[in-house]
């Protein structure tokens, strides 16, 4: 089947944004947001890893070159390294990595290998912090191009979310109830920085998946009153009104306002204070989408990510993680169409790997996660040859005042049960 970027680059013109065919190299330096593609528009936080300007000669190579001396590097580093490609990473890098899942099942199948001296990480920058805080002593987490962050998980950073915390405190006290419950509990999407990891990790909270995200709020809500959920709405929205939490119980917190823009009342009675942040890949589908591939594709099986907007989680058959996507295409036995809601390179390998099914992505334009989209085969090039020559590039590392604290809130969400 043809690469989503291949597609890209013979047809710019069906993309969300022509200049995706160029190299992402013609947006390390200087430009404002994160490049075309779906989250185009958001801004780069002021302090994030800029990318220097990747070497002329990868620029420069053919994809055929590039996956030679890619070949050639990892078969001379042998288990010294380990590759590691998200889902969301383009076919032409994850033809080369070791491992392939969503953010936690990366960072896990890293600890398998505890002898690989480097982890080269072809995901997001939070995606490194979490490998590296799990990593062993001594190994190296590397981000292939610096300019892959994540614009959701941007959307919180830790003073907005202790600033937060303080307002909230100031209302709520610490005292604990007759139950033992404590007031809030802070509870943070995988999809987040280091930092959010380990002020939960500080404040008595917890770190959350997609696919745990359920069980997560539930061991919260047995410790404490109400949760404050980010950075992702989304997430926290359709899974807590899943569990019957009533969305007037759920205040959105702006972090651009006083009181998050909600009155006293409306913070003393929620249940869930959702942070203002939300995926741009994500918040493309919409309900049209879905009611049009009903209406060309009778029987269709919709399915989407629950960091979907919940309208079109609601209009949707079923809402589940990458992995549960996965699992329930896997599953059909009888040849079905689907249609999902989910960032376009998985969608199209599913196609490719399920041809059984007729498989297509709700959003009938290509536009690839734009962060995902900064790496590149040059990129992954550069950096391994240049292990080959003992050098690490671009290697991303979580101090232990913020590692240490992390790694409690993630040890407590592998500890919870269903
Ligand atoms: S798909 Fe959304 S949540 Fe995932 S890296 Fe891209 S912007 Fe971030």
Redesign the pocket.
Known sequence: MTSVDTIIRSAPGESCAPELAQGPWTFDLGTPGYGPG??MGDVIPTGSPRQGQLPAEYQRASNDELHERIRAAKATLGDRVVVLGHF?QRDEVVQHADFLGDSFQLANAAQTVPNAEAIVFCG?HFMAETADILAQPGQSVILPNLAAG????DMADIDSVEECWEQLTAIYGTEPDADGRVPIIPVTYM?SSAALKGFCGRNGGIVCTSSNAATVLEWAFERGQRVLFFP?QHLGRNTAKAMGVPLELMPMWNPNKPLGGNDRQGIEDARVILWHGF????KRFTVAQVEQARAEHPGVRVIVHP?CPMAVVDAADEAGSTDYIRKAVAAATEPTTFAIGT?INMVNRLAAEFPQHEIFCLDPVVCP?S??YRIHPGYLAWVLEALVRGEVLNQITVSDDVAVPARVALERMLAAKP
């Open positions: 779906a989250s969301y997001v994540c614009s959701m998980a999809n992702d995926c741009s890949v994500h960091e960032e996660c962060t995902m």
